[in-house]
């Protein structure tokens, strides 16, 4: 899961690398912004979709394992945390995916936290926590 976060090349990573080790393809789905009327370029090919995949495909070209690329859009306000995280999960059902790597850090409502209770109470994929990297601070020279 793929939501325009620092965290997301370390969720890529993680993902890719165990998608290499199972040798499957890896859904890579990328949460954009609620809007009740999402435009023409709003599906896996839209802009704001290729912007935030462009970021972790090296880590998927590194470990050498296909992709797929599915877009969800993030909670509204009236539908609540758990309501997005099982519309989630139920997309990557749909594309049979058994395991869900999500940022442990956010955003709020797709968090792995609310993904792992939402897939205990609703059912679903099991869902693991990534770590974001470690930010490595530079130095002047």
């Known amino acids: 899961m793929l939501t ?9 990573d993680a993902a890719a ?3 290499a080790a199972l040798g499957v393809p890896l859904l ?3 949460v954009l912004p609620y809007s009740p ?3 023409p370029g709003a599906g896996p090919d839209g802009a704001e ?3 935030v995949l462009g ?3 090296p880590c998927v070209g590194r470990a050498r394992v296909g992709y797929i690329p599915a877009v ?5 306000a009236r539908g609540g945390r758990l309501r997005a995280a099982t519309g989630l999960l139920a997309l990557a059902a749909r594309h049979h995916s058994p395991v ?3 940022s442990r850090g956010g955003p709020a409502g797709l968090d792995a936290r609310t993904l792992i209770e939402a897939a205990a109470i609703r059912g679903g994929p099991a869902v693991h926590a990534v770590s974001p990297a470690p930010r490595t601070l530079r130095t002047a020279r």
Not at 4 to 11: C, F, I, K
């Open 28 to 30: 890579l789905v990328t």
């Open 100 to 102: 869900v790597l999500a």
């Open 72 to 76: 969800h859009r993030g909670p509204d």
């Open 55 to 57: 970021r972790v495909l």
């Open 49 to 51: 979709a290729r912007a």
């Open 17 to 19: 690398r165990m998608a």
């Open 4 to 12: 325009d976060r620092l965290d997301d090349v370390a969720v890529a």
């Open 37 to 39: 009327a999402p435009g």
